[in-house]
């Protein structure tokens, strides 16, 4: 039976309800081997049916999608330019406009075609970095490599490309030769020195070495993998919070959200060959080490009980994570680098994350003459929904409100910075502690009146003068909870430019429910896709733009566009009817004279302006992407950008803060062992070097003073 006639016959099988739940299916489907032409087809219109029918602004599969998934896929399957021509292009530009239709009929051919160009160029681009390291470079030779693939076209010819395989070889030699340089620069007078040939010949080695590695992942690839891609090309384009998981994938993300984050407590993505990091667990080995940082690069990894590191270009996440990962008390020496462009070897001892550390704790702060202000720290909005007895934060946040008042505190600051978000139920109840009752978060499906989320507790839990800082990965149920005490006028906004921009709800469907019996060609995996946005009450989405606080702060990314306004394929920025709201809780008073103030104390504060120096070099050098690939250009970049990083290592240094105390029912936990005793100290040394908490207690001082 042709794929077409199978799809025809089993069309009215392969869709979704809108409740999320299996569809009855009661014919037979054949026996599909996984990796079989028909189970293919199976999946890819059920994953399109899955889009169409649920997502929340589905695109119609035509000649202007096909474009874009032709462009996206390439920059794939191939962002750095280093393995396709423009004669391999030119071989794939006739199905520029036909994907459209072959997804529709689950047919492959542009696929496929992608698959056997990339296996060609593997095998051509594999004899070049094997003939070229070979012998030496020419280190004296004074030349740059672009290594932003957006910045660079595909190569005209294969000497063309294998010129661009010749630059890239020589920088990465030229890079392991300078950090082995300095290492043999640092040896006492009584330790042997390597000359320069040794030194020379074992980096060409390592970098062999890295590529027969990497290559070997590659040609280890199953087709399944090389689906997902594409399959995840496809769904990208709907929007980027939409995928396609294989199996082992939704195993994966499960284990992300629970068990990866323990050795050294950091959440990572893969972008192109490079392993970013995109989150310190706090209260984790990185976050108590205080070195590795967001958007650190990972490029090597080293066990304590290794001679060399690995070098993980080109390896997928979950390779990644398994050299990351060990044993309790072991070491692990990251090589990465920094935004600033300098490389940096730092050495974690691995841990069990500590779960607790994600859950709202407080502290009174000596504020100016003489106010106590109240500090909690909201890492997430945590929800146990699975155990009778687990943790919510809009409870825990409630129990530390009621102890800061029971100290009398003349105002609250929430801290919600680098809180990624979380439990939309929680973040209802949670506003609520802050106003009488009344509507929270709109949130609109595609279809139909957006559903009102209200808070129904007429109690107000806390109706003292109230601060909400942020900043830019501040996102989801964050920004609910500050656009809406921004709107209700109930509290000021303190921080970032802007707030991260997710204004979206995506949920999972098991595609295997989607289909009745059928084991024969199950597990065919799950979808995420976004089935909602929100808006705030005054009907403006919190998507794209994300929330303007009411006094912005500098910080190290305040000239750099960040969060979803960066990502590829964001769904637009929209607005709905507002909804009626109002407090008599508390008024701010005026909102200007806060912010000029604060804008004053800025101007004069040394270590602010210093961030903001820093802030116009990270963005100077972010568009940095051409190096330079003599022996003696790349040290001499290499040494000023590690100078120029050295003046900024300083930034948050100094206590600012000094009067910290822990709430005294909170002591006795916290003195129960000596880890969490040093979890805490730890902490509270951080928050007195924390010049952005010093000036959210002066804005709090003069909304006092207003009061």
């Given amino acids: 039976m042709s794929i077409k006639k199978i799809l025809m016959k089993y069309r009215g099988q392969i869709f979704f309800s809108v409740l999320l739940v299996s569809v009855l299916a009661t014919a037979y489907l054949p026996d599909l081997s996984f990796n079989s032409p028909e189970k293919e087809a199976v999946l890819m219109k059920t994953v399109l049916n899955g ?23 390439l920059d794939q399957i191939d962002g750095g330019r280093r393995f396709l021509t423009k004669g391999d292009v ?36 594999q004899g070049f970095y094997q003939e070229l390291l070979s012998a030496p470079f020419d280190y004296d030779k004074e030349e740059t490599i672009e290594l932003d693939g957006e910045k660079r076209d595909f190569a005209k010819s294969d000497a063309a490309l294998k010129d661009y395989w010749r ?13 082995k340089t300095k290492e043999e620069e640092k040896k006492g007078e009584e330790e042997a020195k390597r000359s320069f040939d040794e030194i020379e010949k074992e980096a060409r080695e390592d970098v062999r070495e890295f590529l027969d590695d990497w290559y070997s992942r590659m040609r280890k690839l199953k087709r399944e993998d090389r689906l997902s891609v594409y399959l995840n090309t496809i769904t990208h384009i709907f929007d980027p919070h939409s995928e396609y998981y294989k199996p082992i994938d939704k195993e994966n993300f499960n284990i992300r959200f629970s068990g990866r984050l323990e050795g050294i407590g950091a959440s990572l993505r893969t972008e192109g060959d490079y392993t970013k990091v995109v989150r310190i667990v706090v209260g984790g080995p990185a976050w108590k080490q205080k070195q590795l940082e967001e958007n650190d690069v990972i490029l090597k990894v080293k066990q304590d009980n290794e001679d060399e590191p690995v070098d993980i270009t080109g390896m997928t996440i979950d390779d990644v994570v398994q050299l990351i990962r060990g044993d309790k008390g072991t070491d692990v020496t990251l090589t990465v680098k920094k935004i600033d462009g300098t490389i940096k070897d730092i050495m974690i001892t691995r841990d069990v994350v500590i ?12 504020g100016e003459q003489g106010d106590r202000i109240g500090y909690i720290l909201l890492p997430s909005f945590y929800a146990d929904f699975q155990n009778s007895n687990g943790r919510f934060c809009s409870e825990d946040v409630e129990k530390e409100i009621e102890k800061l008042k029971s100290h009398n505190v003349d105002g609250i600051i929430l801290d ?16 609520g502690l802050f106003i009488e009752n009344g509507p929270i978060v709109q949130v609109k499906s595609r279809e139909g009146d957006p559903e009102v989320l209200r808070d129904v507790d007429s109690r107000v839990q806390y109706d003292g003068p109230l601060v909400v800082m942020v900043n830019s990965y501040s996102a989801s149920a964050s920004e609910i909870l500050a656009a809406a005490l921004q709107d209700y006028g109930r509290a000021v906004i303190v921080g970032s430019p802007s707030t991260f921009g997710k204004g979206t709800v995506q949920r999972f469907v098991d595609l295997d429910r989607t289909i009745r019996g059928f084991k024969e060609i199950k597990p065919l995996g799950e979808i995420k896709l976004t089935t909602q946005k929100f808006y705030r009450v005054d009907g403006g989405s919190t998507q794209l733009r994300g929330v303007t606080p009411d006094i912005v702060l500098p910080d190290n990314f305040y000239y750099i566009k960040t969060g979803e306004r960066d990502r590829e394929y964001a769904m637009e920025w ?10 008599n809780v508390a008024e ?16 004069r504060n040394e270590t602010f302006q210093r961030i903001l120096e820093n802030a116009k070099r990270l963005e100077e050098q972010r568009e940095e992407t051409a190096y330079p690939v003599s022996l003696s250009g790349y040290r001499n970049m290499i040494d000023q950008r590690e100078k120029e990083a ?10 600012v803060i000094e009067g910290i105390k822990n709430l005294p029912e909170d002591l006795p936990k916290i003195e129960q062992d000596e880890s969490k005793k040093a979890r805490n100290d730890d902490w509270v040394e951080k928050v007195s070097k924390d010049v952005y908490i010093k000036e959210t207690m002066s804005i709090l001082h003069d909304m006092i003073s207003q009061s």
């Fill in 167 to 179: 630059k890239y070889l020589k920088y990465e030699t030229v890079e392991r030769i300078v950090t």
């Fill in 646 to 655: 050295e003046a900024f290592d300083d930034l948050m240094d100094e206590t």
């Fill in 574 to 583: 929209t607005e709905i009817d507002p909804v009626d709201y109002s407090q």
């Fill in 90 to 125: 030119a071989q794939l530009e006739p199905y520029r406009q036909q994907i459209d239709d072959q997804a529709q009929a689950g047919r492959f051919e542009f696929f496929d075609r992608s698959v056997e160009l990339l296996d060609a160029a593997l095998d051509k681009t």
């Fill in 416 to 431: 919600l910075r680098y809180n990624g978000g979380g439990s939309l139920r929680d973040v209802v109840k949670m506003t």
């Fill in 51 to 73: 889009f169409d029918k649920l997502h929340y602004q589905p695109r119609e599969i035509n000649d202007e999608f096909s474009e874009q998934v032709f462009n996206f896929y």
């Fill in 355 to 366: 779960l607790e550390e994600q859950f709202a704790k407080s502290l009174i702060l000596d």
């Fill in 588 to 603: 701010i008073g005026n909102v200007g004279e806060l912010r000029s103030a604060s804008e004053s104390r800025i101007e």
